[in-house]
Each structure stands twice: as C-alpha cells, then as structure tokens.
C-alpha cells in the first residue's frame, strides 16, 4: 500500500464555520476591546488542533478484508490478510497530520487516541441534538477506530520540541501516553476503520464519511486577555471530508468496474 496524494480531510474553517456572535467580549467594562474586532472571539483549543487526513492507499483501490488460515485461499475481493479481525467488516487506515497551529502560546493536549471519532452526516445531526455521550453505547457509530492488535494506532512522527515539559503537562493533567503539542509542534497517526461489509472500495468509505472528531484539552491561555492565566478546558477539534463530487477528481473509473487513482506521482511507499 502507498500513502500520500491527496487530503481528503482537513480542518474546519473557524473563521466562518463557527456559529459565534460577533458581539461578544471578553469585558464589557475594557474600552480596549472593539466588538468587530476578530481577536476578541473565544477560540478553543479545537479551533487551533489542524487535522488533515490522507489514506494507505491499495493498489486496487479496495478496502482490506480479514481471513483465517483456513480461508485463506478463497477467493474473495480485495486484499486479504490474515488478522483477528471480524471476518463481516472491511477494513482503511488512515494517516492524520495533526498540528498546533496557534503561534507564541497555548499548549493543545490530546489525552487519548481511543477517543477519536469518525461519523456520517446522519451521527453528526443525531449526536448535536442528543449529545456524544450516547455514541458507541445507544447509538453505535457506522465506522469505528480498530483499538487492538496489528492494527491498532501508531504514533508514526512526533515533531516535539522539550519531550521534558511535555511529560510535565501530562503529568498535571493526569494522562498517560497523551499527546502534547506546544504551538506549530506536529504529529502523524496511523489508524485503521472498520467499515461496513458492502463498502468495497475506498470511495465507498469516503463518500460516506463526514467527518473526524477529536476531543482536546487547553493547557496555559488561548486568548490574549488571559497571558500568565493557566486553564485548562475542553473542546473537540473537528475536520471535514471532501464532497463527493471533489472526491471523484483523485479516482477514475476502469473497465470492468474497476478503480484507480487518477494521479499516484506524489504517492510514497508505507
């Protein structure tokens, strides 16, 4: 499988995808700070976590598929690995870039990669109304993270400044194997998503996605108001898939019913 090419996944626009009133302020009493200005809006740490998201890549464009010893040698479509795995899912691994894009200050803490979350446009309406409390457990997800075995997520690159102080933040937050990303620090993951049987193909998988959703903690400020202040809050960094329609631009159709990558000039053996 190769890697590279196309992001078919990438950070939300927080300048204009955010429902934030432009009227809002950090004081109402400070002269100092204008309603229109843009600095006065409340960012979150998952407004400044950049997430761009490319796939391992098959040659035949298809997702993988688990066999046992025994099965082998059947034949069925698409790559076949033997792994213990459930045998009715097929499987995508995705490669996330993942960087703190907020420059001079604010530390971003990923607590733990098991929560990351992968959902269709139906999840995102039902989980916005009834919360995401309720997913995996009353509402199971269409595509979940593989969380054991072979396939489970690897740290492939940790651009990390002082490893040192990033223990120090893990430390304080009480969080064992968290990332820490201090500003313009990056990271790449390897995670692998089982998918529905039907899901054959990779544009299968991605014309379906909608979005990835990680949950994130603040460590230090993230508003100017607040330099020498140490928070620590909450939030969810969010990156949306491509349109089905700019989907189709990296993949064209063979006879046969077969796919290909309409450019693998840029793709890098993994």
């Not at 229109?36 to 998201?53: E, M, R, T, V």
């Not at 009834?130 to 740290?155: A, I």
């Not at 990056?186 to 039907?198: G, K, N, Q, R, W």
């Amino acid at each position: 499988a190769k890697s590279g090419g196309a992001v078919f996944a990438s950070p939300s626009n927080r300048w204009w995808n955010k429902k934030r009133s432009t009227s809002t302020v950090l004081n109402p009493n400070d002269n100092n700070v204008r309603e229109s200005a843009p600095s006065q809006q409340l960012f979150h740490a998952g407004d400044y976590l950049g997430i761009w998201c490319m796939l391992n890549h098959a040659e035949n464009c298809q997702t993988k598929l688990c066999t046992t010893s025994s099965s082998s040698n059947r034949r069925r479509r698409g790559p076949k690995v033997s792994l213990p795995y459930r045998q009715d899912m097929r499987y995508l691994e995705l490669k996330l870039c993942l960087q703190n894009t907020k420059s001079g200050f604010g530390t971003i803490c990923i607590p733990s990669i098991d929560a990351i979350r992968v959902a269709t446009l139906e999840e995102e309406e039902y989980f916005s109304t009834w919360g995401w409390d309720k997913c995996d457990y009353e509402y199971p997800l269409t595509f979940n993270m593989v969380k054991h075995g072979p396939w489970s997520p690897k740290l492939l690159l940790h651009q990390c400044v002082d490893s040192e102080r990033s223990c120090d933040i893990e430390r304080e937050l009480d969080v064992k194997d968290a990332i820490v990303l201090r500003p313009f620090e990056t990271v790449v993951l390897s995670i692998h998503i089982a998918c529905p049987f039907e899901m054959a193909y990779e544009t299968d998988v991605l014309s379906t996605m909608s979005s990835i959703r990680i949950p994130v903690t603040s460590v230090g400020p993230f508003n100017l108001s607040h330099l020498g202040v140490v928070q620590r809050k909450h939030s969810v960094a969010t990156a949306r898939f491509l349109e089905e329609d700019a989907l189709w631009e990296y993949y064209s159709h063979l006879p046969g019913g077969c796919l290909s990558l309409t450019d693998r000039s840029r793709l890098v053996p993994m």
